[in-house]
């Protein structure tokens, strides 16, 4: 039976190689593509999570002697439409070596958005690979927000960390023993929500929640409960004060201490030099000097004497 197969298929005049080459043809084009050519990537997909959107696939198993080559194009409703179901290359991710691409840019409305990746070997180039179905920004996964709730007096600090320019954040506030809460709303540019002139001694609670401007909402924190003690009984005020003070007074007593010690006495001399008196300026008086009690009486008795004019 074999060899009447292998004469069914070369034969040996002209009959036969016609035969041959009709097989030869019906192989050709019944087998799959990536027999002959470099097998897509497999397994293409969005992992999208708070608005930022990166494209995955799986690489092609292949026996590469070179380094394989990934290549991303996307179309969205304004290439479909306006620009005749045209695909615009990723900037980035045009033949890299990694299996993903960052698409956040890209993707910069609501609209739907498909993509595709293909391979690169050498000179082979696989088909594209695309999406199982279009995805769309507003089904990214939002996560809880991290916050931090701190008090300053009466002041109530909300610090949000970093979240998507695109969305925003929703805290709410109340009182532990009321119902009634209050909402805010922060955003990427002020991240952080002060909240003054609450009532002192009372328990404020706080929780925050991520929010799309298209309306999708992640799940809220858990409440955070801090207790507002009043602007006279700040935490950092005592505390301050009395370092201040202690830093104040040892800079006094090391300065007396280091006066006493490094001061001796010729060279303090020069600090308290006692200036002498100017005398008077154009007078010339005579110096009496001081007179005993006995010489005293004596000076006294003397009698003036009276000059004449004659003797002058």
Known sequence: MKDSFFLLVFGTDSGGMILTCAVMVVILVSCPDDIWTLPAPSRVFVDSVNMKHILRWRPPRTACNTTVLFSVQYQGEFELLVKNDSWMDAFDCQQIPSAHCDLTFEMGSDSDYDMRVRAQCGSEISDWKKLDSPFNRRNTQLTVPEMTVKTAGDTLQVLMKEFPLSAAVSVTVWKKDEQQKSVYSVTAEQPTLLIEALQEGTVYCVTSQLMLHSGGR???????????????????????????????????????????????????????????????????????????????????????????????
């Not at 007078?283 to 009486?297: H, N, S």
């Open 218 to 312: 992640s799940n809220s924190t858990r409440p955070h409960c801090v207790l507002v003690t009043g602007p006279e009984a700040a935490a950092w005020r005592t505390p301050t004060t009395v370092t201040v003070t202690v830093i104040v007074m040892l800079g006094l007593l090391f300065a007396v201490f280091w006066s006493v010690v490094h001061c001796r006495l010729g060279s303090c001399k020069n600090f308290f030099k006692k200036e002498e008196q100017p005398q008077a300026i154009g007078l010339d008086f005579p110096v009496i000097p001081m007179l005993e009690p006995t010489q005293y009486e004596e000076f006294c008795e003397l009698k003036p004497q009276v000059l004449n004019s004659d003797s002058v």
